[in-house]
């Protein structure tokens, strides 16, 4: 019974308590042993806290800034139903292509089999079919097509999926005569189809050369993260390319550059801001003013 009584600091490590003296805490069995799976969430989005300066603001206040700090600026990152509704007048879009899902060409195991993965999250997220959604609406009154990634979709990874719905997009846009434009979000090639995701760079940059020939306006927005295949493909070749503040956008991350060079990088390497000096990006658009600049470029680009 004495080695029963556990010491809680001591319990706290895990280690079985040997001290004799009374205990405000009795722990029958060591260490944590809740399963991840049966973990209780706090409810999600109660209370949110900026990652950068800690500020700490209820989810309604954060949302009514557009998600971001009211304190430093931060942009939280998003996901497409919430760039739709900042975007889309009264929220009011038409989501197109949503019947294409991704397949498991090459039988690929990773931790898990691609196949069972893509699975799983069909399974607990009803609204996403993959890492790349598209819809049809009016911003500030200009109607146009806007396409936007998903991170939580392995990484807003660009598959065949997403090369095929952003193909047809740009014929959609060409049919009705309708502007273009993509928000980026991703770590880029989907290792799970390996050669079938790095032919969608060549598909999706030959379709915005078929849309360039129709004389349609290709607006692409750089958010945080914006990488590899991606940041390599149709991210960098709109007519105008625009990014969030503080975007990380890049090919190879910081630590690959950094361990390939031998060489410290700069301050600031990678943020949209220091792409912007360097004359990648035309310019930083505050989220708070993004549908008010993308409506104006639209009309500038009709004159
Ligand atoms: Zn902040």
């Not at 004495?2 to 308590?17: M, R, T, V, Y």
């Not at 498991?104 to 195991?109: M, V």
């Not at 979000?185 to 030959?206: D, V």
Request: contains cysteine.
């Amino acid at each position: 019974m004495a080695d029963e009584i556990a010491d809680f600091e001591k319990n706290l490590s895990g280690d079985q308590g040997k001290d004799q003296k009374t205990s405000w805490f009795r722990r029958i069995k060591k260490g944590i042993l809740t399963k991840t799976s049966e973990k209780k969430e706090t409810q999600e989005g109660l209370w949110t806290k900026c990652p950068e300066c800690n500020y700490i603001s209820t989810f309604a206040e954060l949302k009514e800034q557009l998600f971001v700090c009211p304190k430093c600026g931060y942009h939280h990152r998003l996901n497409s139903s919430q760039y739709y509704e900042i975007l889309f007048d009264n929220n009011e879009y038409t989501e197109l292509f949503t019947n294409i899902r991704s397949k498991d060409f090459l039988g690929f195991t990773d931790l898990k089999p691609y196949k069972k993965r893509l699975e799983d999250i069909w399974k607990n997220n009803t609204n996403l079919k993959d890492s790349l959604r598209v819809a049809v609406g009016k911003v500030d009154g200009e109607e146009m097509v806007i396409a936007c990634m998903d991170f939580e979709f392995i990484g807003g990874s660009l598959g065949s999926v997403m090369g095929e719905k952003f193909a047809r997009a740009v014929d959609y846009c060409i049919q009705h005569r309708l502007p273009y434009m993509v928000i980026n979000k991703s770590g880029g090639a989907r290792m799970m189809e390996s050669a079938f995701s790095l032919m969608q760079m060549a598909k999706t940059s030959g379709k915005l050369s078929q849309l360039s020939d129709a004389k349609l306006p290709y607006i692409s927005l750089l958010t945080d993260p914006t990488f590899g295949g991606v940041s390599a493909s149709f991210a960098m070749l709109g007519d105008l390319n625009i990014a969030e503040p503080g975007a990380l956008i890049g090919f190879a991350g910081p630590r690959v550059i950094k361990e390939t060079i031998k060489k410290d990088l700069p301050e600031g390497f990678q943020r949209s801001e220091f792409l912007l000096e360097h004359g990648f990006l035309d310019f930083i658009v505050n989220r708070k003013e993004l549908k008010n600049k993308i409506a104006t470029v639209i009309r500038l680009f009709k004159n």
